[in-house]
């Protein structure tokens, strides 16, 4: 069974930029799977932020965070990172890593396979 290993989360303030990572363990020799990142702010629902294919040419990205954020993965990796500029108080939450069949199932957030632990992104002044 797999795990999803995020790392970077912390306190930063408005107009900040932090990198998160997400690491499959133990690895696959290839991987197949779309990874992605879902956020849940205390009081709040799941919410989708974005996406990537297995080859690291296709992605998803949730409004909120468009023009914002990017999402990048080496084909076939078992790592992908989100790199968040511009972060705002409203991105504030906790950031989930999920993998899945695709980009489009996750986006919805039915086809998630294995969720992270979560780490925490503070903005805050």
């Known amino acids: 069974q797999v795990r999803l290993e995020e790392s970077g989360g912390g306190l930063v303030r408005p107009g900040g930029s932090l990198r998160l990572s997400c690491t499959v363990s133990?690895?696959?020799?290839?991987?197949?799977?779309?990874m992605g990142w879902f956020r849940q702010a205390l009081g709040k629902e799941r919410e989708f932020v974005a996406a990537?294919?297995?080859?690291?040419?296709?992605?998803k990205y949730g409004d909120s965070v468009k023009d914002r954020f990017t999402i990048s993965r080496n084909g076939g990796a078992n790592n992908m990172s989100l790199q968040m500029n511009d972060l705002r108080v409203e991105d504030t939450a906790v950031y989930y890593c999920?993998?899945?069949?695709?980009?489009?199932?996750?986006?919805?957030?039915?086809?998630?396979?294995?969720w992270g632990q979560g780490t925490q992104v503070t903005v805050s002044s």
């Open positions: 999920a993998e899945g069949r695709s980009t489009s199932t996750l986006q919805t957030g039915e086809g998630v396979t294995t």
């Open positions: 133990p690895g696959r020799p290839f991987s197949s799977y779309a």
């Open positions: 990537v294919t297995w080859s690291g040419i296709g992605t």
